[in-house]
């Protein structure tokens, strides 16, 4: 957690620049149907696995070795943490079958579907 001097200058840098201010996500309703079709794991790296699962109405992230996290719906395809400043976008084959997602947390990372 910043020192409050930092967080001071974090949350007042959009004063000075607008660009870094942090981007608000809306969270949008969707029919739990298209939940289903994101569950399953994806590989982000050698050992790296993100494993998607859906509770109830709720889809989860569970990165190997880490705490799950819920991922909130933004769009169809798009979707945010609340806990951290990551979103998650999952993209489709011509046919509209699930093939991998984008990890976007400091940049874009790739994870292939792997089940």
């Given at each position: 957690m910043p020192t409050a001097p930092a967080r001071a200058a974090i949350e007042s840098s959009p004063l000075?620049?607008?660009?870094?201010?942090?981007v608000e996500h809306k969270e949008a309703?969707?029919?739990?149907?298209?939940?289903?079709?994101?569950?399953?794991?994806?590989?982000?790296?050698?050992?790296?696995?993100?494993?998607?699962?859906?509770?109830?109405?709720?889809?989860?992230?569970?990165?190997?070795?880490?705490s799950r996290v819920q991922l909130f719906p933004e769009s169809q395809t798009d979707f945010f943490l609340k806990v951290a400043d990551a979103q998650v976008r999952f993209v489709k084959d011509p046919s509209g079958r699930v093939t991998h997602l984008v990890l976007h947390q400091g940049g874009d990372r790739e994870a292939k579907r792997i089940k």
């Amino acid at each position: 957690m910043p020192t409050a001097p930092a967080r001071a200058a974090i949350e007042s840098s959009p004063l000075y620049n607008p660009d870094l201010a942090p981007v608000e996500h809306k969270e949008a309703r969707l029919d739990p149907k298209i939940l289903d079709e994101y569950v399953g794991q994806y590989e982000l790296g050698p050992g790296l696995v993100l494993d998607v699962t859906r509770s109830a109405d709720q889809l989860w992230l569970q990165a190997t070795g880490q705490s799950r996290v819920q991922l909130f719906p933004e769009s169809q395809t798009d979707f945010f943490l609340k806990v951290a400043d990551a979103q998650v976008r999952f993209v489709k084959d011509p046919s509209g079958r699930v093939t991998h997602l984008v990890l976007h947390q400091g940049g874009d990372r790739e994870a292939k579907r792997i089940k």
